[in-house]
């Protein structure tokens, strides 16, 4: 059995068969055991039949189980349904590596900021990478939570319904909940949840209450109950099961979850990972680079194309294909990618040359978006909106 350590999640703790927190995942990860040890739900039939009910249809990165658990889903679904107000939270740590994958929970904020119409808020913790990373200064991750709003804003949204929250400049919307918020954790649940340590510094500590409070900011800006849905990846839960647990004694509405797996490295780890650059593609990456990573991408094919064309490949253990399936909306080119590579009929040389061109036209308009956001991001800054 997995057991929590310290926050640390060890499944298999004995055998160290992996690790979760929300800073480092290490093995391979059984994501349904993850789910069971975290007590998250799993997004089943009935989640996704109330969602294509309310949306007319499904975002296939739930629907392909990339986002695969939940927290509380139900209850925004419910609120929809009546007609009530709710709003859209995530964020990011800023930092210079941006990868693909880290867009990946931002494209389905989009669907559903353009299915429902809903309010998004966006958190750049630059404070936290400053806290609890060694190596950087807090003007570097200032300037990357600027950095990485241009990407996140190229994926289309409008400024009035994105609202860019930069922590050490908008602290004054996120203060007053932080305070109430902090009084609510003990330094022993906090140590407890995230595995600090008496060396761990006091700012580090402090700053949960900070990713906290975004989710009752809605609450508070509109003066009325607007929980928010957070699409994440798991490792984020600690911070909204401790959100979940103060939410109803300091009269907020529990915020719910939507969590997502971890992208993949392109070399075969469960999860990107800036240690290893030639596993990830960076929205910093030129084209000829991104050709060279996805061509050496590890597959599930036979070693030969002889062998290949004899017994097919192996598409449900190939990261090739789960790109595909991540970067292709298509299901007609989905499914037909699966057949053919388990029948033979397709060669990895030629599935990984279709990945590139569909992830290189995305990361062209990527770039052209990106170079335009350059003149507008104060319109999607939080304090243009709401004074
Ligand atoms: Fe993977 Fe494509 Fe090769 Fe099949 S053909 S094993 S999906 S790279």
New binding site residues.
């Given amino acids: 059995m997995g057991v929590l350590v310290g926050g640390y999640y060890l499944a298999g703790s004995e055998s160290r068969e992996f690790e979760v927190t929300p800073w480092e995942v290490r093995g391979k990860v059984d994501y349904l055991r993850l789910a069971r040890e975290f007590g998250v739900q799993l997004i089943d039939d009935n989640v996704v039949n109330t969602l294509r009910d309310l949306a007319g249809d499904v975002h296939y990165l739930i629907r392909r189980g990339y986002f695969y658990a939940h927290r509380g889903l139900d209850a925004i679904l419910q609120r929809q349904r009546s007609g009530a107000k709710w709003a859209l939270y995530n964020g990011r740590g800023p930092s210079a590596d941006l990868h693909i994958g880290h867009l990946v929970p931002w494209i389905l904020s989009k669907w559903f900021v353009d299915t429902f119409h809903v309010d998004y808020f966006f958190e750049l913790t630059d404070d936290e990478k400053f806290l609890v990373k060694e190596g950087y200064t807090l003007e570097q991750t200032n300037r990357y939570a600027y950095e990485n709003a241009l990407d996140l804003i190229a994926l289309g949204f409008t400024p009035d319904k994105l609202h860019i929250i930069v922590d050490t400049e908008d602290i004054k919307y996120l203060y007053k909940i932080a305070v109430k918020v902090g009084k609510k954790l003990t330094l022993s649940t906090i140590k407890h949840t995230f595995g600090f340590t008496d060396s761990t510094n006091v700012g580090a500590a402090f700053f949960p209450t900070l990713e906290i409070s975004v989710a009752f900011l809605p609450t508070e800006l509109y003066g009325e109950e607007v929980p928010v849905l957070i699409p994440t990846a798991i490792d984020q839960d600690p911070y909204f099961r401790l959100a979940r647990d103060v939410a109803e004694d300091l009269g907020y509405p529990k915020p719910s979850t939507i969590y997502s797996k971890f992208m993949p490295g392109l070399t075969g780890e469960d999860k990107m990972s800036a240690s290893n650059p030639d596993s990830a593609i960076y929205v910093t990456d030129d084209d000829k680079t991104i050709r060279r990573k996805i061509m050496n991408a590890l ?3 036979q070693p030969t194309a002889e062998l ?1 064309r004899k017994y097919g ?3 449900d253990n ?1 990261v ?2 789960k790109y ?1 399936l991540l970067f292709q909306d298509s299901d007609v080119k989905v499914k037909e ?2 057949e ?2 388990r029948a033979g009929k ?3 040389g ?3 040359a279709m990945l590139f061109e569909r992830i290189s036209a995305f990361m062209k308009e990527h770039r052209e978006r990106r170079e335009r956001a350059k003149d507008n991001l104060e319109q999607y800054r939080i304090s243009v909106k709401f004074k």
């Fill in positions: 597959t599930g094919g290949q490949g192996d598409p190939c090739v294909y595909h990618i699966y053919n590579c397709l060669l990895c030629e599935c990984k």
